[in-house]
């Protein structure tokens, strides 16, 4: 639940920065170039902050275009995409997509610096935890090592949430109206994860 409320809390703050036009990077750029010069460190650091989100946002959106315009017989829901590019300390980069059906629906998202990162990648490397616990187990899509957890709730409906650290940042799938796990892992066998992660990082 607290890893939840601070991923919530990053997300909320990305969302409500104001964007960049990746047109603004040089200018940017040459901004910092030139305060560094005058002496003036606190705004070339300001200004290389800005150009750095403005990067951020340029690889978002790069990232997008690698995404399949369906998934199974899932497409893109509309205004679904979001691409933010942050430098808060914590954040550097967040993605994200949302496919949808009559019966099912899967969000993509990509977060640089995750506050899961750690427990996601010591859970990958135990295996001793990952037998104890039915609900979970190591996949690979792409030829990188995920996490695949299969929630149910009280009504019985199943989800499958799987998270794939690489890097510093965290990609994972949320699907919902699927209940066949093998089902999951060849959807996202449609995805290019590879070259995706080449791209982020």
Request: proline residues 3%; negative net charge.
């Amino acid at each position: 639940m607290k890893t939840n409320i601070i991923l919530a809390f990053i997300i909320v703050i990305a969302f409500g920065l104001p964007g960049l036009s990746q047109n603004d990077v040089p200018k940017l750029l040459d901004e910092a170039s030139s305060s560094y010069s005058s002496g003036d460190l606190e705004n070339a650091r300001f200004a290389l902050q800005e150009a750095l989100n403005g990067i951020n946002q340029a690889i978002g959106q790069d990232i997008l275009s690698q995404l399949p315009q369906t998934i199974g017989d899932m497409s893109i829901v509309e205004n679904s995409d979001n691409v933010t590019g942050t430098n808060l300390g914590f954040a550097g980069l967040y993605v994200n997509r949302d496919y949808k059906s009559e019966t099912s629906e899967l969000n993509f998202q990509i977060i640089s610096d995750s506050p899961m990162m750690a427990a996601i990648s010591s859970m990958l490397s135990m295996s001793v935890f990952m037998a104890a616990d039915p609900n979970q187990k190591r996949i690979k899509l792409d030829g990188y090592k995920a996490l695949m957890t299969r929630n149910e709730d009280s009504e019985g409906v199943v989800s499958y949430d799987i998270q794939l650290p690489f890097g510093s940042s965290l990609m994972t799938f949320t699907v919902n109206g699927i209940s066949d796990g093998d089902e999951v892992e060849q959807l996202l066998g449609e995805i290019p994860v590879g070259t995706i992660i080449e791209k982020a990082q």
